[in-house]
């Protein structure tokens, strides 16, 4: 039996988040960029697929390790990339399980086999873009010539979860796969059919900022989820949701998923608040494993509360484990030293700037996060319904009120950043996309179902998506 001495108390546990999870941006970011709103990263999950011929509508899951796996696209791309650093499982020189770029960004694989690039934080959106489309240009390169397709929508649309499998195995993905197991069959969908694409923003340089930019994104989310949905599709058919990503998400551990109490923060709008909310929310919540005991388990009924308060077979949590702990909650808005906001599906490759654009015009202007806080404050308490409601995109006549309204609001915030925000036609798109989709009330997937609609089969073929990017192209040079 594993035992330790001094675990964590609960003061212990306020000390973490109020330090590690709820910082205020470094202080060095205004010395050397004193006219910038903010630092940008972006995380980016994709799906690596054989797609045969561009008519097929159902490509090839491609499994990492397996017989027909992706070891030679890793082999070109250490050729090709030496600098980057390969790190493998101890003792299985086969078994990647990250790669460190040379700019400190990291591309990883999640239990599905998906491909996540996710950049570190630049100091501004401009920058962040232009690693994103440098490392794209990379992979592509590399998958062409093992005639690969890199996929951008929010959810694997052609396999199954079964035909995925579990392809990453090491510890904690197999405790996850234990735990979620509980929540079947979403839990499993949630880990290997999922794709997003996740926006990272600072909190500011004071305490209200930091409140306000944290309730706003919280108030956001259903919004987010709506504007952006992008996986009509789960299992090879069209279903009645535009956001299938969205849907399962919410079918989770419900004290691991969606929003802590909120109402401190709306009273108090300081650091404090934001800290308190955050840590009651993540004391509450169950614990999946147990790392030291060997990856143990939990029943789903253990929160970190209880662990703190009784231990566990002797074992009192050490730093280490509310690292972990909190690396597996999912929260809309997810705290970890910078607001990670989770609540857009992967979006295509001509739209990936949107997200990017439309979240830092909220936030990132005073004037317009302050009229979000005007506009979402007095429907708060519609929160959890309007979050259940977005999975069917802008159908809710409420929902889609506010999602033009902030949409506009978006608009004009962007347009107020600095040029480094603007940039490569950045505003553009923006304006492009809520022209094309939510002014109309439409969300990207209407344009896959729309395709899918001319197939036999009633689904999207990989040539159906790339179709829509001359058509989206189109739209876009008419518009200038």
Request: proline share 5%.
């Amino acid at each position: 039996m594993v035992q330790n001495q001094g675990g964590m108390s609960f003061e212990d546990c306020y000390t973490y988040v109020q330090e590690k999870v709820f910082p205020l941006r470094p202080v060095d970011y205004a010395v050397k960029y004193p006219q910038w709103p903010g630092l940008v990263g972006i995380e980016l999950e994709m799906l690596p697929l054989w797609a045969g011929p561009k008519d097929s509508t159902k490509p090839r899951q491609v499994q990492l390790f397996g017989q027909h796996g992706l070891s030679g696209y890793l082999e070109s791309l250490q050729a090709s990339q030496s600098a980057w650093n390969y790190k493998y499982a101890p003792g299985e020189a086969h078994y990647l399980l990250n790669i460190a770029l040379e700019d400190q960004d990291q591309l990883t694989f999640e239990p599905g086999g998906q491909l996540e690039f996710s950049t570190r934080p630049y100091p501004c959106l401009l920058d962040a873009l232009r690693r994103v489309r440098d490392i794209q240009g990379i992979l592509d390169e590399a998958a062409k010539a093992f005639g690969l397709d890199i996929i951008q929508i929010g959810m694997n649309p052609w396999a199954t979860v079964d035909e995925i499998g579990l392809q990453m195995t090491k510890p904690r993905y197999q405790a996850m796969t234990s735990y979620y197991g509980q929540y079947a069959p979403e839990g499993l969908r949630m880990m290997r059919q999922t794709c997003t694409i996740q926006v990272n923003l600072d909190f500011g340089n004071c305490e209200e900022t930091m409140a306000k930019r944290y309730l706003a994104s919280n108030l956001l989310a259903p919004m987010a989820t709506a504007i952006f949905a992008n996986s009509p599709f789960m299992d090879g058919r069209a279903t009645d949701r535009l956001s299938n990503r969205g849907w399962v998400w919410q079918k989770m551990d419900r004290t691991h998923t969606g929003f802590p109490d909120l109402e401190g923060v709306v009273r108090s709008m300081d650091r404090r608040a934001c800290v308190e909310a955050y840590l009651h929310w993540m004391l509450n919540g169950h614990v999946v494993f147990i790392q030291d005991l060997d990856h143990r388990v939990m029943d789903g009924r253990f929160s970190f509360r209880d662990w703190v308060r009784d231990g566990f077979e002797g074992y009192r949590p050490q730093v280490k484990d509310i690292q972990t702990h909190l690396s597996l909650q999912f929260p809309e808005v997810r705290a970890r030293g910078f607001i990670e906001l989770r609540s857009m599906d992967c979006q295509a490759r001509f739209w990936q700037a949107v997200p990017a654009a439309f979240y830092t015009g909220l936030l990132y202007d005073p004037t317009s996060l302050n009229a979000v806080l005007d506009e979402l404050l007095p429907v708060r308490d519609r929160l959890a319904d309007l979050w259940k409601q977005c999975v069917y995109g802008l159908k809710d006549p409420e929902l889609a009120r506010l999602a033009k309204r902030v949409g506009e609001l978006s608009v004009e915030g962007f347009r107020r950043l600095p040029s480094c925000f603007q940039g490569e036609d950045s505003l553009r798109l923006l304006e492009v996309f809520l022209d094309r989709y939510t002014f109309q009330g439409r969300s990207p997937a209407h344009d896959l179902l729309d395709k899918a609609r001319a197939q036999p089969e009633g689904i999207v073929s990989v040539g159906d998506m790339e179709a829509l990017q001359a058509v989206w192209q189109s739209q876009m040079t008419r518009t200038v």
